[in-house]
């Protein structure tokens, strides 16, 4: 069973492209977590998806960012027209259940965007 | 804002001492969770610690949890230079469907 895979690895992307960062959660997890991090600070919250549906958006910004977790395929996080404060590692984390339901998280390897 | 604040930031200890890092929130839970992230890594799931638990073990981990405070501690027993990394805590924040991460404390071990 493999674990959460995340890609690419590393995105170098210009200021005003897009970033497509995508996450195949464990087999027979449909929950997915995405989170920012900089560097030597914590894990931000971004959005919480269940299979198509969003279901907490509240820590990613309104404009520019998108998130999907369609019923088949990798769940997407996009990012138009990216800036240079968009530079961090995303990190993508799936569960079995809701992680209130006393669930841990597994987490990918992480997306280290940088925006030249 | 984070519901999770470790204390303190960062810890060096030498080699088979013991290190202990905090961690307190600020609403109810169901649970709150450590994990380690080694330099440029992912996390990885250290214990998980049930809000009607007060102590769990797991090899060489013990972790607390206090309530009525909101504060857990974390102790690696025998330090190892391979448990040099950053460490976690994060909580459900009362039922919120989410994971919600504290600072971090960053570990060090002396050889």
């Known amino acids: 069973n493999a674990g959460v895979m995340q890609n690419p690895r590393h995105l170098v992307r210009r200021r005003g492209q897009e970033a497509r960062l995508r996450c195949s959660p464990m087999?027979?997890?449909?929950?997915v977590y995405w989170y920012r991090q900089l560097p030597e600070e914590g894990l931000k919250f971004m959005v919480y998806?269940?299979?198509?549906?969003?279901?907490?958006e509240s820590g990613m910004p309104k404009e520019r960012f998108s998130a999907e977790f369609p019923k088949e395929g990798p769940s997407i996080l996009r990012i138009q027209q990216v800036v240079r404060g968009d530079s961090a590692a995303y990190f993508c984390?799936?569960?079995?259940?809701?992680?209130?339901?006393?669930?841990?998280?597994?987490f990918g390897q992480g997306t280290r965007l940088t925006v030249v | 804002s984070q519901q999770g604040e470790e204390d303190p930031q960062a810890l060096s200890i030498q080699e088979g001492e013991n290190a202990t890092m905090n961690c307190s929130y600020k609403?109810?839970?169901?649970?709150l969770q450590w994990y380690r992230q080694n330099s440029g890594r992912g996390l990885v799931h250290l214990i998980l610690?049930?809000?009607?638990?007060r102590e769990k073990h797991s090899g060489r981990l013990r972790v607390t949890l206090d309530t009525s405070k909101k504060s857990s501690s974390l102790l690696i027993t025998a330090s190892r230079a391979a448990d040099t990394a950053s460490y976690f805590c994060?909580?459900?924040?009362?039922?919120?469907?989410?994971?919600?991460f504290g600072q971090g404390t960053r570990l060090t071990i002396n050889p």
């Open positions: 609403t109810s839970i169901n649970n």
């Open positions: 610690i049930r809000s009607n638990e």
């Open positions: 998806l269940q299979k198509e549906n969003i279901i907490d």
């Open positions: 994060a909580t459900d924040a009362g039922g919120a469907q989410k994971l919600v």
């Open positions: 984390a799936s569960s079995p259940r809701q992680v209130g339901m006393n669930t841990e998280a597994f």
């Open positions: 087999k027979g997890h449909s929950h």
